[in-house]
């Protein structure tokens, strides 16, 4: 079974629109948790920090829920420029950051 | 601009070569980590540092060599490598290292290339 599950999409969507991306973890002790965006050829780069109560940056929801062990994203009136893949990353109580799969996101004009 | 800075940014080099890719971070963290990344796949971890010290070896074979001389620099030297081995090499580091380490902060990459 692998630490982080996520759904690789890929997610096709117009621009304005909504879309939400979820991510499963299987340690119930795991300490921290982020999404992060990477575009082609490029490094992953931090988008946000995810807290339990929850939290919002502009148009990005981040959701944590420790009972189902599950994260969520929502991306709120999509922009071409959001078209990237997004990793869920999931931190144990030692130095290993664990990787979902990605989910790759086109926002179609 | 990324603040790990990774060198070089692209190299080819061919099954008998040595060479080393060198990473830098002066934000004083104290873990740092060597990934690989194959197309389309999630960075997948080979090594973490931590107070440089390997804290982590993610069973890599030992034609990679990884060498931390300070608390700043980070190396991977390369020997004898497979085509396979072609990939985005990434280097990151956190704040801390273990418990509440913070986020990873990633550098640009180093794409290596074997013939």
């Known amino acids: 079974r692998k630490e982080v599950e996520q759904d690789p999409g890929p997610f096709n969507v117009p621009e304005g629109a909504t879309v939400a991306f979820n991510c499963t973890y299987s340690?119930?002790?795991?300490?921290?948790f982020f999404w992060y965006r990477q575009d082609c050829r490029k490094e992953p780069k931090l988008l946000m920090s995810v807290y339990s109560s929850g939290n919002e940056d502009g148009r990005f929801t981040a959701q944590l829920n420790r009972a189902s062990q599950y994260i969520s994203l929502l991306i709120r009136d999509s922009k071409l420029s959001d078209s990237a893949t997004y990793l869920c990353?999931?931190?144990?109580?030692?130095?290993?950051?664990?990787f979902g799969t990605g989910t790759s996101l086109t926002v179609i004009p | 601009d990324t603040e790990v800075t990774q060198t070089p940014k692209h190299l080819v080099m061919g099954m008998t070569n040595k060479k080393s890719l060198k990473c830098e971070q002066h934000m004083g963290h104290r873990a740092m980590y060597w990934y690989k990344q194959k197309a389309k796949k999630p960075p997948e971890l080979m090594f973490v540092?931590?107070?440089?010290?390997?804290?982590i070896n993610e069973s890599v074979p030992s034609r990679f060599s990884p060498e931390c001389p300070n608390s700043s620099l980070l190396n991977l030297h390369l020997h004898a490598l497979q085509p396979e081995d072609s990939a985005l090499y990434l280097c990151a580091s956190s704040p801390r290292a273990g418990g509440f380490t913070g986020e990873l902060f990633f550098g640009e990459g180093s794409r290596l290339t074997v013939l």
């Open positions: 340690n119930s002790a795991s300490q921290s």
């Open positions: 990353v999931v931190k144990d109580t030692g130095n290993q950051f664990y």
């Open positions: 540092y931590s107070y440089e010290k390997l804290s």
